[in-house]
């Protein structure tokens, strides 16, 4: 049996992971338990499924959704290091002002904003390839699965159809038999 292609999923669930990850505001979604991140490695199960003939298997699934994990990571890099010279600035202001501005926030919350004003830079965006890279590719083989099992075609090749049920004692067989 010929194996299901899995460069091309992975460039486009990987161009889903990265790019709705990279977005400023849309990027929140990954709040909600990594949803581009899940949705790009659906995304990649879904278009291997798609391309090919028989139905793919939950680790065909789960490899396209790592890859695309992979190249999500990469595409975030890429996409972040502009995003982050550009906004860069406005988002400096913008903490500097929450800070400064709220002298009622718990102390906790107050570091947390000032540590937010420090990790901009390259070590940050560096940590946060690696995380992405790391604890993203898991999310994504998740989502391999999970779109593995949501679009599979009938049963997985090589696989014998199902019985059918016996027929019971008192009927009679059908005619021709």
Known sequence: MNEPPKLQPALFGGLVIGVLSALPIISLGNCCCCLWVVSGGVIAAWIMQANHPYAITVADGAVAGLLAGLVGAVVLLLLSVPISITLGPIHERLLERLVEGSTDLPPAMREM???????????????????????????STVGGILGALLFRKGPAAGTAPP????????????AGY
């Open 113 to 139: 904003l000032e540590n937010a004003r420090a990790d901009r830079g390259p070590i940050g965006l560096a940590i946060s390839f690696m995380f992405q890279l790391v604890v993203g590719s898991m999310f």
């Open 163 to 174: 019985a059918y049920p016996e027929a019971p004692p008192d009927v009679p067989p059908p």
